[in-house]
């Protein structure tokens, strides 16, 4: 069984930056898929990136993409969201989760079968 904490959340003005982070309790197999996702009032779930626990690859949203990154940090459990050049339309409540298929490198949130429990991020204009 594996727990997700996620914290880092807060307010920002458009143009700042947040970092979030997930720790992990439990075992974490290299090659799990860790996932970031995020949803705002009135909207569906949406994938804003992954990252392979091993490090070997990540991917990103489209909307995202050059604007945050992940990181994981494997002695300290943890997975990192650095998201820089935030906008109004990055407001959701963000939430990790882990693949339930070790080797899935997909963006379907039904996919992921681990969730924390999620930290608001709310962008300013």
């Known amino acids: 069984q594996v727990q997700l904490v996620e914290s880092g959340g807060g307010l920002v003005q458009a143009g700042g930056s947040l970092r979030l982070s997930c720790a992990a309790s439990?075992?974490?197999?290299?090659?799990?898929?860790m996932g970031w996702f995020r949803q705002a009032p009135g909207k569906e779930r949406e994938f804003v990136g992954a990252?392979?626990?091993?490090?070997?690859?990540?991917y990103y949203a489209d909307s995202v993409k050059g604007r945050f990154t992940i990181s994981r940090d494997n002695a300290k459990n943890t997975m990192y969201l650095q998201m820089n050049s935030l906008k109004p339309e990055d407001t959701a409540v963000y939430s990790c989760a882990i693949s339930a298929n070790l080797f899935y490198r997909g963006r379907d949130a039904s996919a992921f079968r681990y969730w924390g429990q999620g930290t608001q991020v709310t962008v300013s204009s």
């Open positions: 439990g075992r974490i197999f290299s090659s799990v898929t």
């Open positions: 990252i392979v626990w091993s490090g070997a690859s990540d």
